[in-house]
């Protein structure tokens, strides 16, 4: 038996491998330049600080570990990206091995997983989204190990504490999550009275809450920039009735789109469909807080307030879906079925990377299109016959500004613009202005440029 579970150990890691090769390989060798959410952190991550305009500090402070190491080469931000996805399905194996205590059903619980868009196609832009992802599953698996364990230690609150302070400043969105956690918790003492109240849970508050000081001062000496541009992401301010209705059907619609090849998985391998939540089963009502809890609240945001929510903020959200339904229809699992379910499983492992390859190559309008490398160059030879000194300063906004922050040999810092920080720059530093090429042209300073209809303005020493 101990070998036979080695064995699915064994097949757990090579699927973790695959996943990693293959979805940092096929996006290094198809794309030309990385995708605009991992630009956009790159940029940020030049500038370092504990937020940003649109997001909080997180996904901008990995990217830049990366850049420092490996320097700005994209096949690193892909790895990147697949690194936080396979550290998510590690910890929901070792969560799905607690529940269980099967591992041939931990092993499906997060192979399942492969079948969701959201742990695929989307995984080699490193964004906010992806960079929740570990933090997601860790907190997960220690919140269960408070609740499940007879000694409740203050590593594993210290732990909890840490892990969702990362994740909530890796997006907001993370508090969906936690606040779900904390029902459960509610539930389960004062409701239930299953627990009693032990004041190490205060810790938890604690390391989370000093964590975020940092943050909070941040944001309150930036009018709290972050939070209404996240406000402003939903539509928030501008709505009609017609939309809690529209938004919330929407959202509906687009998560039952994107579960179809997952239930098709799971529906494989049994061909029961209906099902009964047994009240008495602790491991199916903490899976319904922590998968089933975060998704009605995003779907109660919507019909409260008309907001739209967008299909890639839900990227966190399913991780222990694979867990949750083998849960529910463990006793009916017929393992007779399984080489019809590694069929269609095989299928879509190999053809979601294909997809991604053959959209790469023959779609020649995307962001990953854009020649950011020669762009960079051709601005650094034009400045080296101009000017004396380093490009030190980038401004402009993220998309343009921000490749060449990344693709030069000065790596410059970004900036979206300059008003009121001049006291923060280096004055014998060069300058690069991106913008309207017309706007710039009249008002450059210094010697004007123009490559794809994007001006550039260079100020430096002669």
């Not at 202005?433 to 994007?454: E, H, M, R, S």
Request: with cysteine; net charge positive.
């Amino acid at each position: 038996m101990n070998r036979y579970y080695k064995n699915i150990d064994k097949l757990f890691y090579i699927f973790l491998l695959f996943h990693l090769a293959v979805w940092t390989l096929v996006p290094s060798l198809t794309n030309q330049n990385l995708p605009l959410d991992t630009i956009e952190a790159l940029a940020w991550s030049s500038n370092l600080d504990w937020g940003f305009n649109k997001h909080p500090p997180m996904s901008a402070f990995f990217p830049e570990i990366f850049y420092r190491i490996f320097g700005p080469n994209d096949w690193a931000f892909y790895f990147l990206s697949q690194l936080f996805v396979i550290i998510a399905f590690y910890f929901v194996y070792k969560f799905s091995i607690e529940i269980f205590k099967n591992k041939p059903l931990s092993f499906l619980s997060v192979i399942v997983l492969e079948s969701i868009y959201f742990y695929n196609f989307t995984t080699p832009e490193f964004n906010v989204n992806v960079c929740q992802l570990p933090f997601w599953s860790l907190v997960v698996y220690y919140s269960w190990k408070i609740y499940n364990d007879k000694i409740i230690t203050f590593r594993d609150c210290v732990l909890i504490g840490l892990f969702a302070a990362l994740g909530f400043l890796s997006k907001y969105l993370f508090v969906y999550l936690l606040l779900s956690i904390s029902l459960f918790f509610i539930f389960i003492i004062f409701s239930k009275k299953e627990k009693k109240f032990d004041f190490k849970y205060i810790i938890v508050l604690e390391v989370f809450l000093i964590l975020l000081v940092p943050h909070f001062i941040w944001l309150s000496e930036n009018n709290y920039i972050t939070l209404t541009y996240g406000l402003a992401r939903t539509g928030f301010e501008e709505k009609e009735l017609i939309d809690h209705i529209k938004y919330p059907l929407s959202f509906i619609g687009k998560q039952i789109g994107i579960l179809i090849p997952f239930f098709l998985l799971i529906f494989t391998l049994t061909s029961k469909v209906k099902f009964k939540i047994d009240k008495k089963n602790k491991k199916l009502i903490f899976l319904i807080f922590i998968s089933v809890l975060p998704i009605f609240f995003m779907f109660l945001t919507s019909l409260i307030s008309g907001s739209k929510i967008r299909t890639m903020w839900m990227t966190p959200f399913y991780l222990f879906f694979g867990v949750l339904f083998i849960e529910i229809y463990k006793r009916h699992i017929n393992l007779k079925k399984l080489n019809k379910f590694f069929i269609i499983f095989f299928i879509l492992l190999f053809l979601s990377p294909s997809l991604y390859g053959y959209i790469s190559i023959t779609k020649d309008n995307k962001r990953t299109d854009y020649p950011g490398k020669e762009i960079a160059e051709l601005v650094e030879r034009r400045w080296s016959k101009n000017f004396s000194n380093e490009i030190k300063y980038v401004i402009g906004d993220e998309w343009i500004a921000g490749n060449l922050s990344y693709h030069m040999s000065s790596r410059p810092i970004w900036f979206q613009d300059i008003k009121g920080k001049a006291d923060q720059l280096d004055p014998s530093g060069g300058i690069v202005y991106t913008g309207n090429a017309d706007i710039l042209k009249q008002v450059c300073p210094g010697d004007f440029g123009k490559i794809k209809k994007q001006g550039f303005c260079m100020i430096g020493s002669k």
